[in-house]
Structures are given as structure tokens and as C-alpha cells.
């Protein structure tokens, strides 16, 4: 039964008062949209309200989904209350009488489909069976960093070396989309495998050396989304689960701040402004998160589909995960899109030759497969994955305080992040490639002597 304590009650209807005032106040700076304010108030709501339904359960999958989210929240409301126009270089198609409508449409979907992830996941669903995965520890956690730094190596040579990359970081998603360099970019994840490897098994040289090589081979790739997502975030939620509580405020804040700073730094390095100072910081990242494009490209694709200029999917692109690994060279049959967000871009733009991604979401991709019913339908999906992830790795052994064995948190805070778009062939190829770098790991700590270490 789903019980909501008063701390958490508390914080989130002050959140909400609190993000309320700072909207009105905004708005007098400038000129607001009413309506457009209103639902931005309701969207932070129904955006945080896993603190209070998770009781501040920061490893939760709707937690993470949460990060996600509050960037389009914080983007709609800037919109919303003129701090930047209501359309922008990303705004194509909407006419400006039409895309309040649009906005206010694209908030009501979105939140219909938290909602429905929200009751899936904390409400309905028969019990599953508990994982255990003990980890014994070998040499396989090097072998497989040593992978990641192989490959790092042949996509910088492929690319023209190191200083060709940094000096053309605005070039870097033209220069990755050929197929052979898309492969080699998925194994340097590999090193995040062992950089989380390292760390649940408490070996500290290695895992401070993996972290500091994987951190520079992801900023020479210009991978800020990565770096965050799927090197900082995890490392967060393993160290949270270690603990067995929740991480105390103040660290929690001042990793925010940092990880805000970071977001920051590589948006600047990326677009050559290297100006630091303290209003321009300030500045800069406001407006790096008010310029967040993903709301806007939910919406665009929206516009698009009322107006009958892109026709539904009907799910066709949901197989493409069965020919992503067959090499278009020698199977020219394949779909000239695989990637969701290359596919968006296309329908967008209009253009066959568009190479960088436009990410619709979990929500507005269900929706361009099959309408409204595919928001439902996608977000069910993903609620049961998320639930499945966590019921069966992680939450037997917090609820009985059990420490949690060291290969549940490995599998856990590599999927976590994924399980939002469990639908997305995206994230699916992104799954395979991690699980085929975690099946090393479990196979090695079967295969090879070592301590247990639970």
C-alpha cells in the first residue's frame, strides 16, 4: 500500500508554492502567457511528484525519469512567462497563433503519461521474485576498461586524432554517424562497466584511474549527456545504495550544483564561448536549460501530425532493434533510419540527408506510433520495466534492510537510466551493448577464483 509520509507531503506542495511565486514574480519582468503559466505550474507538479510518492527514494526509477523531465519543465515556463520567445530556430512549422495550443496539448500528453507511469509503477502489479547476483572479483573489470580504451583509440584515429575532434566538437554527431564509428562509441561505454565495477568492489586505484580516464574519453568525445547520465548519475545511485539511506541533503545539492556546472562548461566548450564570469555563468546556464530542446521538438512533431503532414507509424519502427546490428553496407534493405531520434529529425525537417537526432521522448514517440493510445500503451511499458527493474534488484533488501549484493546494484544503476524508454531502439541497442558488457563481468566472476563479496 502506497503510503506517503508528511515530510514528503510538506516538501512537495512547498515546491509547487515556491515554484509558483517564482513564476509570478518572472512574470512581471515580462510578458507572460497566462494559460501557458498555469499549465507550466501544473507540469512542475505532476513532474516532482515521485519526492513525495517515493517518500525521497532518490535511487527510484521515477527519480531518474524526474531529471529527465524537469529540464522541458523548466524550458516550458521560460517560454511561458517571456523570458525567451514562444518560438525560436527550433520552432519550424507552428504558426505563432497556434502554438500556445500546441504547448499547452504537448503538457496535457506528457502528464497523462506520467500519471499512468506513476500508478503502474508504484500501485499495480503482481510481486516478483527477488534477484541475487554475488560478484567474486577477477581481472575481467580491467580487461573490459582496457576494451573501452582500445576503442576510444581507434574512433580518435578514425576521426583524425584527438585535436581534430575538440577543435570540431560542433561537427562531432556528423562525425560519429558513420556506422563503424557508432560501434566503437558503444564500446567505450564499456569503461563506465568498469568504472561501476571498481567501485561496488571497493577497489579504489582502479576505479579512480578508470573514472579519470573514462571522464577524459567522454569529454574528448564531446558526451555530455554521458559523462552525466551514465558515468556521474549511476556512481550517485550505487554510493546511495551502498549507504542504505538517502544521501543527506546538502551533498545531494552541492551535487546538483556541480553536475549543473558541469552541463554547463561542455554547452560552452561545445559552442566555442569560453567567457566565465560570475553573472555570465549564472547566465549561461539559465539560459542552457531554458533553451532545452526536447519540449519543443515534442511539440513540433505534434503540430506535424494534426495537421497531417506526418502520417503515424503504427509501430513499424519498433523492429527496427532486429536489423540495427546488420551492416547497411552488406544489407542495403535495412531502414534508412534506425535511431528514433535520426527518424524524428527526418519527419521534421523534411530532409533525407539529416544525420543529427531529434530525441521525441518516451510519451511523443508512443504518440507518433499510435496516437494518444500509444502514450497510454508506451507508458504502461515503461512502467513495468521500471517496476520489474527495481522490485526484483533492488527494493527486497532496502524494505528487509538486507545489504543489496554487489552485482544487483551493478545491473541496477546500468539499466535504470534506460528503463524510462524501454521502447526506444536507441535505448534498446544501448541495453544489449551494456548487458553484453556486464554478461563479461558475471561470466568471469563464475569462471575465475575470488573472493565473494557481497
Known sequence: MLVIKRKSFVFFWCAVFLYTILLIVASTSYHPNTELVIASIFFFAITILPIALTNFNWIHPLIFQLIIILPQVFTISCRAVGYIPLSDDWVISISSSEIVGVYLRCILYTCIGLIIEYFFVLSFGKKVKPKQINLRYNNTGILLFLIAVISFYYLMNALGGVAYVLLHFQDRLTEFSNETNLYLRYFVSYG???????????????????????????????????????????????????????????????????????????????????????????????????????????????????????????????????????????????????????????????????????????????????????????????????????????????????????????????????????????????????????????????????????
Open 192 to 454: 563506465v562497466i568498469s568504472v561501476l565495477y571498481f567501485y561496488v568492489m571497493r577497489e579504489k586505484k582502479w576505479l579512480i584511474l578508470s573514472f579519470i580516464i573514462q571522464m577524459l574519453m567522454y569529454i574528448a568525445m564531446g558526451e555530455r549527456g554521458g559523462l552525466i547520465t551514465l558515468l556521474f548519475f549511476p556512481l550517485f545511485i550505487a554510493f546511495q545504495i551502498k549507504q542504505g539511506h538517502a544521501v543527506e541533503t546538502k551533498k545531494l545539492v552541492v551535487g546538483l550544483i556541480l553536475l549543473v556546472l558541469l552541463y554547463e562548461g561542455f554547452g560552452m566548450m561545445r559552442d566555442y564561448d569560453i567567457e566565465v564570469s560570475t553573472s555570465s555563468l549564472f547566465s549561461n546556464i539559465v539560459d542552457t536549460f531554458a533553451h532545452e530542446t526536447h519540449f519543443v521538438i515534442s511539440s513540433e512533431l505534434l503540430y506535424l501530425m494534426e495537421k497531417g503532414n506526418v502520417d503515424y507509424l503504427w509501430g513499424a519502427p519498433l523492429l527496427n532493434i532486429f536489423v540495427a546490428a546488420f551492416p547497411r553496407k552488406y544489407f542495403p534493405w535495412k531502414p534508412t533510419y534506425i535511431a528514433d531520434s535520426a527518424l524524428v529529425g527526418s519527419l521534421i525537417l523534411g530532409r533525407d540527408d539529416h544525420v543529427f537526432g531529434m530525441p521525441p521522448g518516451n510519451f511523443m514517440w508512443g504518440y507518433l506510433n499510435f496516437g494518444i493510445v500509444g502514450v497510454i500503451l508506451f507508458s504502461i511499458v515503461s512502467a513495468w520495466a521500471m517496476r520489474w527493474l527495481y522490485n526484483s534488484f533492488i527494493f527486497p533488501y532496502l524494505n528487509n534492510k538486507k545489504p543489496v549484493p554487489k552485482g544487483n546494484i551493478l545491473v541496477y544503476v546500468l539499466l535504470v537510466g534506460e528503463m524510462c524508454s524501454i521502447l526506444s531502439t536507441e535505448v534498446q541497442i544501448k541495453i544489449i551493448v551494456l548487458m553484453v558488457g556486464l554478461s563479461f563481468i558475471l561470466v568471469g566472476s563464475k569462471l575465475f577464483k575470488g573472493p565473494v563479496r557481497r
